[in-house]
Structures are given as C-alpha cells and as structure tokens.
C-alpha cells in the first residue's frame, strides 16, 4: 500500500497550479458575475486540464482519474464559485463515457474538439418530476428512417448556454419502451436544436443552469451512445465517475478556505492573543484539518478504484461525493464564524463560496440522500 504521488502527479499538481494562478486567479471575481470567459477555456485546453482523461488518439492527455482529481482540487482552490469546477468535471465524465461507449463516428466527430475546448459536453437527465430517479424519466424518442425523434423537457442542466453559443450538447436520456430503466438510451443532442431557457441560480453562476425542450428534435440515429436502451447503464457509469471530481472540488475549495481560516486566526488578536491560543477555535481547526484528510483520502481512494475499473467504485464514489460537500459547507461555516462580522462580507469570498457549494449538496451529480442509498445497498448486499 503506498500512499505517495508519482512524479507525474506532482508535476500535474504544480503546473495546474501554476496555470490557474496566472490565468483563472485574476478573473475569478468576475466569473461569478460574467460566465468563464471562453479564451479561458482554450488556453486550459491547451494545457491538457480539459477532458484530461480522453486518450491522445483524440488529442487528449490520457491522464488517470486521480490525474483528474488533483486537477479539479486546483481549479476549486482558485475559483471558489465552483462554477470553473462544474464545467471542469461534466466536460471529463461524459466525454469519457463516449470514448467507452461511443461509435468510432461520434468520437471523431466530438472528441478533438472537446479536447481543445472548442465543443462542450454535458449530460440531460434531469426533468421537472425530478433528478435521483433516472428509470422515472418522461422524454421519449422514437426511431424512424435512420432519425431519432426527441420530445420532452430536462431541467437544472448544466452549461446550455455555453454549448449552444460555442458548440458541442449533452448525453440526453429519453425512453425509447415500456420497460423501465431497460428502456431507456443515451444520445448525443446538440444544443444549437433546442429552446433553452437560463434558469437564475443563487450561486456558481459562472455556468448556465437551463431548462431544454425537446419539441420534435430531430438527430440522426448514429447519435446514440452504445447500444440502444443501455442508457441507464451508461449514465450511471458516468455519475459514478464524475462524483470523483464533484468531491475532488469540494476537496479543493475546503483546503483552500481552511487554509484561508487558519492564517486569519494565526494573526488576528483579541483580548489580548492570538485567536489560535483560544483552544475552543483551534480544537476546531484541528477536527476540520483530520476530517479534510480523511476525506480526501476516501476522494483519492474513489479515484484509484476508477483507473482500476473496480467494481468497489460506485460506493466509494458515493462515500466521496456524501462526505465532501457536507465538510465544505461545515468548514465555511467555520471560518466564517472566526472571521466574525468580516466574513458576512463579500470582501471575505466565503459567500462566494457558500452559495456554490450548495450546488454540490442539494444535487449535481446526485442528491446526498442517493449516495447514502448505493451505499446501504452495499453494506446490505
């Protein structure tokens, strides 16, 4: 058992950070008011942090998902929104979930273009009755003269915006039967063919959350990834996936505040001392430092069992995406309380960083209340 980095992994680590605190930590205040500017996205693609995981027969940069991990804890050091993180983690699970799954047509047609960040990929599961169950979905496709017809709605989707003004679409779910989650496939839409509505979102807002609709959309049939009604499978391989970076993000963004904490009660005085003497506050700070390693031990775990094709992965990519955000939110409380009347400042940035986490927690990539469930249907058999 070696708990060390490569060296690989430490240059990875390094020269992210590097990247980032050069071109992402200068515009990061505005992300949140603006969107994540698009030269910011290509010049990321050309240094191999977007879709890090597709191989480099389609350009990409054939990194490990713990590779990918560190870089999602980088970008979420930096823009602690969250939003630059969202974009980050849908545009490396689901590309990879074509590379796996895909026609050697719809990679060719997608994949170098993901990779130098020309096309955005997301995924469209999501409907109005709800998120968690998949199986339950309401759109519905049907087959004829080598097209696919789509109607329905998705919502709460992730960067709408961006794909229809720049390229690319999402892995859509729809029904294609009456039998269930066994009748249910995936295809790739793009979102030019669409009515897309931006939805206002109290945080991370540097992404566009959407609703689409599907009215009559039309794709050809070789649009479909893999076979025809394994979507469910291949979305939850996806999810399973893409919950590494959801709480490799979180991870990040908890370092980075705690860090922040820290050196504020380190310097900061009152009655006399230094706020770190007062052992109510740095008993705290100790509790919250062993809760992060322990968390990103398990983020880190998730991510060694995803390069291993481990059947373990589904739980501890759960575990990963049930514990992460809930310590994010507890350590911004944190600090927050020992910033005092500062930390209720936009000055400060913990609400910045407080409204994008809820993102993480009530939802994105799926509601806590559904990892708990993979998990205890693990435990019981």
Known sequence: MDFSFT???IYIRSNTAEFLKRELEPISRKIDESGIPRDFILKAASQGIIAPVISSKYNGSNLTFLQSA???EEISKVDISMATSVYFLLDNAWPYIIEKYGSEQIKNELLYDVTS????I?????????GSDVAGIRTNGIIENDHIVINGQKMYISG?????????GHLTLFKTGN?????????????NLLKIERLDNMGRMGISTCTMYYENTEIPEDYIIGEKDMGFYYSMDGFNHARISV????NGLSERILDLGIDYIKNRSAFGKKLMDFQAISFEAAELKTELEMTKLLTYKAAYLADKKSDELPVYSAMAKLKAPQLSLKILKSVMMWYGAYGYTKDAGLERATRGIYSYLVGAEGALNIMKLIISRRIFG
Do not use: L, Q, W
Request: hydrophobic share 40%; net charge negative.
């Open 7 to 9: 060296d690989d992994d």
């Open 70 to 72: 560190i870089i999602a």
């Open 117 to 120: 960040g020309k096309k955005f």
């Open 122 to 130: 997301g995924i469209a599961s999501t409907e109005p009755s709800g």
């Open 160 to 168: 709408g915006i961006e794909a229809a003004k720049y390229g690319g």
């Open 179 to 191: 039998n269930g989650h066994r009748s249910i496939t995936m295809a790739y839409v793009p979102a």
């Open 247 to 250: 709480a490799a993000a979180c």
